[in-house]
Nanobody, 123 residues
Framework: QIELVESGGGLVQAGGSLRLSCAAAGRIFSSVAIGWFRQAPGKEREIVCGINRRGGLYYAEAAKGRFAISRDNAEQTVYLQMNSLKTEDTAVYYC?????????????????WGKGTQVTVRS
């Protein structure tokens, strides 16, 4: 079992930055892959980026060049640095753990989810 708690969301102007954190408790954190997903009102949940157990990275097209994911296994935390934010980045952001250790862009592959943190970007 692994518990995930997101933090760092908030209200920001377009062009601004936020850093989200995903703190984990429970099973060996270093063995899992972590994905960041987001869901805007009326839209499907979508992958933003992910990091596997070896530090391999994946970014969705919308995140490339603006977002950066990193992990600190000693702190059992994954970070999502978001720069040059746009109004279309407004969503609830979730982190999720894939206990097989591999990144997937498919939400059902992830076994454990946090409750999410709201990010609102205003123009």
């Amino acid at each position: 079992q692994i518990e995930l708690v997101e933090s760092g969301g908030g209200l920001v102007q377009a062009g601004g930055s936020l850093r989200l954190s995903c703190a984990a408790a429970g099973r060996i954190f270093s063995s899992v892959a972590i994905g960041w997903f987001r869901q805007a009102p009326g839209k499907e949940r979508e992958i933003v980026c992910g990091i596997n157990r070896r530090g391999g990275l994946y970014y969705a097209e919308a995140a490339k060049g603006r977002f950066a994911i990193s992990r600190d296994n000693a702190e059992q935390t994954v970070y999502l640095q978001m720069n040059s934010l746009k109004t279309e980045d407004t969503a609830v952001y979730y982190c999720a753990a894939e206990t097989g250790g591999a990144i997937s862009d498919t939400a059902p592959r992830y076994d454990h989810w946090g409750k999410g943190t709201q990010v609102t970007v205003r123009s």
